[in-house]
C-alpha cells in the first residue's frame, strides 16, 4: 500500500495527474484504502480513475490525514523537511508544507492548486528572472533564490548545464537575432551606419620635406598614420554584435579566491554583453567542457551564463591544449556568425599535459579568429600564452595583481564592443619608376614588399573606434634634377562591420621638393621620430628576453641599457615628448624586473612579453602597476576601452589608499597625443 503511495504522489509531483483518484471522493478512508491496495498500478495512474473536483468533505479529510506527515516529508520528493538543511521550506495557504524549489517547479507548469489537498492558491511560489542579479559567486546548492531561478529556464537550456554529454558537432549554437529592416527604409538604415564611421583617417608624413637634387637617399622613412573615426560613441545598437568565446581554467590552482574573482570577472563581461552578442563558456583542468553553446545573451541567456559561471569548481590539472581546441571547435562549427568574433584565454598555469612548448600546432589548431590571452600570477606560462595570442592576432596581457582580473578582461571586451573597421588593408605604389620600396615595418602586422619594388601592401585586421595604426615605410630616393620627386600613392581597404561593404580611401601622392641645395638641415617631424623609437624599443626588448632565456641576465639589461642611451639622445627626449618620457619609464621598469633569475621568473618575463605583444599590435594590453604616472600601460588605450574600465571600477567602494593597477585614459598624465 505504501509503495502504491508513493507512486501516486510521485505522479502528482511530475504533474502526471492534477486530482485524486475517486476511490478517496466516494468512500470511507478506511475502504479507500482497500479499495486503492486493489488497483493495479496502471489504474492508479489512468485518467479514467480521477474526479473532475474534489468534494469538500474529503477535503478537510485529506488535510487532517495529510498535515502530520507534510510537515516532515515533502510530498513531492518525498524527501525529509528539516531546518538548517540548506533548502527553503514553502508552507502553502492550506497549511501544507513543501521544499520552495519542488514546489516552484511544480507550480510553473499552471498549476496553481495544491498537490495534497486540491486547494486552489492565490500566492504562487515561483520567482522570475531578475534582470539585475548580483554576479559575485553563490553557492548554487545552497542557494533557493538561484536554483528557483534556474528551473525557470527553458529545459533546452536547462539540460546544457546538467551534465548531459557534448555533441559531436558544435552546430547547436543559437540563431542570430532578426534584423527587421522595412521596405522604402533600407538605404536610410544604410546611410547611418555608412554615417557612423564616417572615415579612414589616413596622414602621411615624410622624414624631411626636401632632398638637395644631387643627393640620394637610403632608406627614407615615410610615416603612414591611420584612424577609425567614428561619427558618435559607440552603443550596443550601433555596433557590430560579437561571437565571444571565453576558455577559462579551474585547475586546482584556481581555487579559493582567484576563481572566485574569476568568476565576478565573468559576471561583469555577460552583464556588459547585448542582446546580440553570443557567449560560449569552455571550462578546462584536467580535460576541456563546453557549458553552454553560443547562446545570445538576452535576459534567458544572461541567467544561463550567470549559473554555469557560477557552478564551477576548481579541480585537477591544467590542459590548455585541450580547452583551446574546444574553443576552436565551437567556433568552426557554429551554423551562423556575428561580424566580429574572438576568443578570450585565461590562465594561472602550465599545461601538465603537453610537454613541448610552444606548441607548433596552435596555429593549425585555432581558426582565423584573435585570441586574447591573459596570464595571472607568478605561475602560469607566459611563453605559451603569449605564443598563442601572437599566432592568432590576439594580445597577450600580464595579470600581475588576481584583484584586477575584472578590470583587465573590461578593458580588453570595450575594445571588442567597438570593432569599427575590419580586414584593412593599405596598398603602397611608387609613383616615379625610380623610387623603390624597400622595407616596410608594421611590427606583428603582415607586409610585403613585391620584388621590383615598386609596390607592397600591409594587412592591419580590425580597428577599435578611434584606435590608431602607424607603420613606416622605408623607401630608396634617386638623384633628380627636377624641382620635386613624387614618391607613393596609398589606397585604403576595408569593410565597414555594419553595411557589410567594401570602402576604398585614396590619398593624394605624396612627393618631396628637390631644390639644388638646402640651405639648413630639417628636422625629422615628431610623429616620425615617435615611431622609430617604438620599432627600436621593441627590438631591444625581444633582443633582451633573448638574452635572458638563455640566463644571462647582465647582458639582457645591458641591451635595454644600450637603448635608453639611444633613446636620451633623439630629439623627442631632448623635447620631452610624452610618448618617450612613457617609452623609458617602461623600459627601466624592465630592467628592475631582470635583477635576478627569481624575478625575472616571477614577473620578468611575462612583463615583457606582454610589453612586446602591445607594441608590436598597437594594442593595449593589461600589465604591471601603473600607479607611476608615466607607466605606458594606456598608450594605446581607446575611449571605449578607458569607458568600460571605469565601469568595471565603478562597481568597486574602493578607499583612497587602494591603488588599482590598470587606470583609465583620462588618468594616465602621459597619454601621448598626436601633434
Not at 546538467?162 to 537575432?177: I, K, N, S, V
Not at 622605408?474 to 614618391?487: A, C, F, Q, R, Y
Not at 553595411?499 to 621638393?513: D, F, G, P
Not at 637603448?563 to 627601466?588: G, N, P, Q, Y
Request: proline fraction near 5%; aromatic fraction near 6%.
Amino acid at each position: 500500500m505504501v509503495s502504491k503511495w508513493k507512486k501516486m504522489k510521485l505522479a502528482l509531483s511530475l504533474n502526471l495527474c492534477n486530482y485524486l483518484p475517486r476511490t478517496l471522493e466516494e468512500e470511507p478512508p478506511s475502504l479507500a484504502l482497500n479499495s486503492a491496495e486493489t488497483l493495479s498500478d496502471a489504474a492508479l495512474l489512468s485518467p479514467l480513475n480521477w474526479p473532475m473536483t474534489p468534494t469538500p468533505s474529503s477535503y478537510r479529510r485529506r488535510l487532517s490525514r495529510s498535515s502530520s506527515k507534510s510537515s516532515k516529508t515533502c510530498s513531492i520528493c518525498l524527501n525529509k523537511m528539516k531546518e538548517g538543511c540548506g533548502h527553503a521550506i514553502f508552507t502553502a495557504e492550506c497549511s501544507h508544507m513543501f521544499h520552495f524549489h519542488c514546489i516552484a517547479s511544480n507550480v510553473k507548469h499552471g498549476n496553481q492548486v495544491c498537490p495534497v489537498c486540491r486547494a486552489k492558491w492565490k500566492e504562487i511560489p515561483i520567482q522570475k528572472p531578475s534582470l539585475d542579479l548580483p554576479y559575485y559567486p553563490f553557492d548554487r546548492c545552497n542557494n533557493d533564490a538561484a536554483i528557483s531561478l534556474f528551473r525557470c529556464l527553458p529545459p533546452s537550456q536547462r539540460a546544457i548545464t546538467q551534465g548531459h554529454p557534448e555533441p559531436a558537432t558544435f552546430d547547436d549554437d543559437e540563431r542570430l537575432e532578426e534584423q527587421i529592416v522595412f521596405d522604402g527604409e533600407t538605404e536610410v538604415l544604410k546611410k547611418e551606419n555608412r554615417d557612423y564611421v564616417r572615415m579612414m583617417d589616413m596622414k602621411v608624413y615624410p622624414e624631411v620635406s626636401a632632398v638637395p637634387q644631387s643627393k640620394s637617399c637610403e632608406n627614407f622613412d615615410v610615416l603612414v598614420h591611420l584612424k577609425a573615426v567614428t561619427g558618435d560613441q559607440i552603443s550596443q545598437y550601433r555596433r557590430a554584435p560579437i561571437d565571444l568565446v571565453t576558455v577559462l581554467d579551474i585547475s586546482g590552482s584556481m581555487g579559493g579566491t582567484k576563481l572566485a574573482l574569476l568568476k565576478r570577472a565573468m559576471g561583469f563581461v555577460i552583464q556588459n554583453l547585448g542582446s546580440s552578442d553570443r557567449l560560449s563558456v569552455i571550462a578546462f583542468s584536467s580535460t576541456a567542457r563546453r557549458l553552454f553553446p553560443l547562446t545570445r545573451m538576452s535576459d534567458a541567456g544572461r541567467q544561463l551564463a550567470l549559473q554555469a559561471v557560477n557552478s564551477l569548481v576548481a579541480n585537477g590539472g591544467t590542459n590548455i591544449v585541450d580547452g583551446l581546441r574546444k574553443g576552436a571547435k565551437v567556433m568552426e562549427d557554429r551554423l551562423e556568425r556575428n561580424s566580429v568574433a574572438s576568443i578570450i584565454l585565461l590562465s594561472d598555469g602550465r599545461d601538465t599535459y603537453t610537454t613541448n612548448h610552444p606548441d607548433p600546432s596552435y596555429k593549425v589548431m585555432l581558426p582565423q579568429i584573435s585570441v586574447h590571452s591573459f596570464g595571472f600570477g607568478s605561475d602560469h606560462d607566459a611563453s605559451v600564452m603569449h605564443s598563442v595570442s601572437e599566432v592568432s592576432g590576439g594580445t597577450f596581457s600580464f595579470i600581475e595583481s588576481e584583484s584586477v582580473i575584472q578590470d583587465a578582461l573590461a578593458q580588453c571586451i570595450g575594445g571588442l564592443l567597438s570593432v569599427a573597421v575590419q580586414e584593412l588593408r593599405v596598398e603602397i605604389e611608387g609613383v616615379s619608376p625610380n623610387v623603390r620600396l624597400s622595407s616596410i615595418k608594421a611590427g606583428s602586422y603582415s607586409s610585403l614588399v613585391t620584388g621590383d619594388g615598386h609596390s607592397g601592401l600591409v594587412d592591419l585586421g580590425d580597428l577599435y573606434a578611434d584606435e590608431e595604426r602607424d607603420f613606416l615605410v622605408s623607401i630608396n630616393i634617386p638623384v633628380e634634377e627636377d624641382g620635386h620627386t613624387p614618391l607613393l600613392k596609398l589606397r585604403c581597404l576595408y569593410i565597414n562591420p555594419l553595411t557589410k561593404e567594401i570602402t576604398t580611401l585614396e590619398s593624394h601622392v605624396l612627393q618631396i621638393r628637390r631644390p639644388e641645395y638646402v640651405a639648413e638641415e630639417k628636422v625629422v617631424p615628431i610623429e616620425v621620430v615617435r615611431q622609430r623609437n617604438r620599432f627600436l624599443a621593441a627590438e631591444a626588448m625581444a633582443q633582451a628576453r633573448t638574452l635572458a632565456e638563455h640566463g644571462d641576465l647582465e647582458a639582457a639589461v645591458k641591451a635595454i641599457e644600450n637603448f635608453r642611451l639611444v633613446l636620451a639622445e633623439t630629439v623627442a627626449a631632448k623635447s620631452c615628448d610624452r610618448f618617450c618620457v612613457a617609452l623609458d619609464s617602461e623600459l627601466k621598469e624592465m630592467q628592475g624586473r631582470m635583477r635576478s633569475s627569481h624575478m625575472y621568473e616571477a614577473s620578468g618575463r611575462a612583463y615583457i612579453l606582454s610589453g612586446l605583444s602591445s607594441h608590436s599590435w598597437q594594442r593595449a594590453t593589461a600589465r604591471g602597476n601603473s600607479r607611476d604616472s608615466s607607466s605606458f600601460v594606456q598608450a594605446y588605450q581607446t575611449p571605449s576601452m578607458a569607458e568600460m574600465l571605469r565601469r568595471s571600477q565603478a562597481m568597486f567602494l574602493v578607499s583612497p589608499s587602494h591603488h588599482r593597477l590598470i587606470q583609465p585614459l583620462l588618468s594616465f598624465a602621459s597619454q601621448p597625443k598626436p601633434r
